[in-house]
């Protein structure tokens, strides 16, 4: 009878062990992790120029690279950038594949069901893009011009409300056929993502402009698994130094060609 008390005991303490062996493991974090490993995983979309795509030598460039190599350089690590895709992300994330998503993902009450976001590391919104020549100073000057956008989209919905008398030209796709409409001037002016209007206006400056107003502002932020509060506060003080020392005012610059929206740091 001692004798199954004491094997009763043994085995109690060999789960209790465990069990705080468990909680150790979890109580050091991702951070830990990442530091101990000497190597940081960044899941990044390399399908859309600016913002993640591969150069002529099919090596990952873009702004969300960019991010991402300054990220593993305040870490002392390596970094590794794994492609993902905007399907694929959030399950890559939550299974371990990559300890972090930068990957032009915004902030959603919806995913954040699913993962953590820190502060955001840009900011996107809709932009008009308008002919050089034709003295649109905004949304307002639309009323009466041709202006392209996607149906059902976000910019429609802003054109209808600011310029209702504008005439309204249905794309597919703002890239190319928005672009193309603009560029052979069969249309005024044009609605979209402002990192699609400013890249655009960047490559026909001659005769296209992204005017400067922002009309909506979408929080485009890192993703991290759940309930790692020491990794999200490390990457939100990373992104609050890069927002105020004016990394992220001079990395818009080069990939887009003028200023990004304000983000206000919380660090």
């Known amino acids: 009878m001692a004798n199954g008390r004491q094997s009763s005991w043994f085995v109690c303490l060999l789960a209790a062990g465990a069990v705080l062996l468990a909680v150790g493991a979890a109580a050091a974090g991702q951070l830990q992790d990442i530091l101990s490993r000497g190597q940081v995983r960044v899941g990044i979309a390399l399908g859309g120029e600016p913002i993640g795509f591969r150069n002529d030598r099919g090596e990952p460039s873009g702004y969300d690279v960019d991010v991402a190599r300054l990220l593993a350089e305040k870490l002392g690590t390596r970094l590794e950038i794994v492609e993902v895709t905007g399907a694929n992300r959030i399950p890559m994330l939550q299974s371990g594949q990559?300890?972090?998503?930068?990957?032009?993902?915004?902030?959603?009450?919806?995913?954040?069901?699913?993962?953590?976001?820190?502060?955001?590391?840009?900011?996107?919104?809709?932009?008009?893009?308008?002919?050089?020549?034709?003295?649109?100073?905004?949304?307002?000057?639309?009323?009466?011009?041709?202006?392209?956008?996607?149906?059902?989209?976000?910019?429609?919905?802003?054109?209808?409300?600011?310029?209702?008398?504008?005439?309204?030209?249905?794309?597919?796709?703002?890239?190319?056929?928005?672009?193309?409409l603009m560029r052979q001037g069969r249309a005024d002016a044009a609605l979209e993502d402002n990192s699609l209007v400013d890249y655009t206006a960047k490559q026909f400056p001659d005769r296209l402009v992204a005017l400067p107003q922002l009309y909506t502002s979408d929080a485009i932020c890192?993703?991290?698994?759940?309930?790692?509060?020491?990794?999200?506060?490390?990457?939100?003080?990373?992104?609050?130094?890069?927002?105020?020392?004016?990394?992220?005012?001079?990395?818009?610059?080069?990939?887009?060609?003028?200023?990004?929206?304000?983000i206000q740091p919380r660090w």
């Open 98 to 180: 990559i300890d972090v998503i930068i990957a032009n993902i915004t902030a959603t009450l919806e995913r954040a069901k699913a993962i953590d976001f820190t502060m955001p590391y840009l900011r996107a919104g809709i932009k008009v893009l308008a002919q050089r020549s034709a003295g649109i100073k905004g949304i307002e000057d639309l009323n009466g011009r041709k202006v392209v956008v996607g149906r059902g989209g976000t910019g429609e919905q802003l054109v209808k409300r600011l310029a209702p008398r504008a005439v309204l030209v249905y794309v597919d796709s703002y890239a190319p056929d928005g672009i193309l």
């Open 222 to 262: 890192f993703g991290v698994r759940k309930s790692d509060a020491d990794f999200l506060r490390w990457l939100d003080m990373f992104i609050s130094e890069y927002v105020r020392t004016g990394q992220y005012r001079d990395t818009y610059r080069k990939w887009w060609g003028t200023d990004p929206a304000e």
